[in-house]
């Protein structure tokens, strides 16, 4: 994902009017912060929607059959799937919305719990911070979008989605904040998985300790922490995805040190 720039080209201004200009970006900007500094620490996505994670059912699973390995390699080959998209938009007031969020079907079955856990997650962040922004004279657009990554691994079929949350000026035409989620699927089961799950399988009974020095290595290259000073505590909750068979680990600004922008750390073994 890739942010966009926006070029700036000069016009001319009045001294009073460019001094009006500042001064009222300066107090929009602002008060956005001070609305997203108040707001709850953000959690991982999957963990805040489903509860407990790894133990939802996604739709009506078959009778049992001892017969059927659904990890065998003949039966992940023939799981079908597909992603819609399902947009929510408003064009009216000084805090609109353009939201977009998948719409997942396994063989024929929609994933209503999860397609309609994820929307309402986003909704009601969108909801939470119009209502505290209703006071705010600049305009501003609360924007999701999101990608899909399939992967095979051992024994599992995945299908992750990373969701780029954003709240954008409409005036500065750039980003005030915004936030990474992600959330991964067994294919075979339809049901929400953890870290915890897919780590072992891709690096190993170690996979703990290969996370861990993998992050620390990444903060300490880029001068966020130093050795002496590197205090990050890993919890296995931080967001993550998996890509190519690879696992992927995410954080948001100001979660690894001094951060400005998100951070997405490919593990390797």
């Known amino acids: 994902m890739e942010l966009m720039n926006y070029e700036r080209r000069p016009k001319k201004k009045s001294k009073a009017g460019l001094f009006g200009f500042v001064v009222f970006s300066c107090v929009g900007t602002a008060s956005v912060f001070y609305l997203m500094k108040n707001e709850p620490a953000p959690k991982v996505l999957a963990q805040d929607l489903f509860v407990p994670v790894g133990s939802v059912s996604i739709y009506d699973e078959p009778e049992e059959n001892p017969e059927v390995d659904i990890y065998s390699e003949e039966y992940l080959d023939k799981i079908e799937y597909k992603v819609g998209n399902d947009t929510h938009k408003t064009t009216k007031g000084n805090f609109k919305q353009n939201l977009s969020v998948p719409v997942i079907k396994i063989n024929g079955a929609a994933l209503d719990d999860v397609n309609t856990a ?3 997650k986003f909704m009601e962040r969108y909801e939470a911070v119009k209502e505290q922004s209703a006071s705010l004279e600049n305009k501003f657009t609360y924007k999701v979008t999101y990608n899909t990554y399939e992967s095979k691994i051992e024994g599992k079929r ?8 954003r709240i954008i000026d409409d005036l500065a035409g750039r980003d005030m904040t915004y936030k990474l989620y992600g959330v991964t699927i067994d ?5 929400i998985i953890t870290q915890e799950d897919v780590a072992p399988i891709i690096l190993g009974n170690t996979y703990k300790t290969t996370i861990k020095e993998a992050v620390k290595s990444y903060a300490i290259s880029k001068k966020l922490f130093t050795e002496s000073t590197y205090t990050y505590t890993m919890t296995g909750l931080e967001e993550f995805y998996i890509k190519n068979g690879q696992l992927h680990v995410m954080f948001n600004p100001k979660e690894l040190g001094e951060n400005k922008d998100y951070i997405d750390i490919e593990i390797k073994n």
Do not use: C
Not at 158 to 165: A, G, K, N
């Open 118 to 120: 994820i929307l309402n």
């Open 158 to 165: 995945l299908l992750s989605f990373t969701f780029y949350e």
């Open 187 to 191: 294919l075979a089961t339809g049901k």
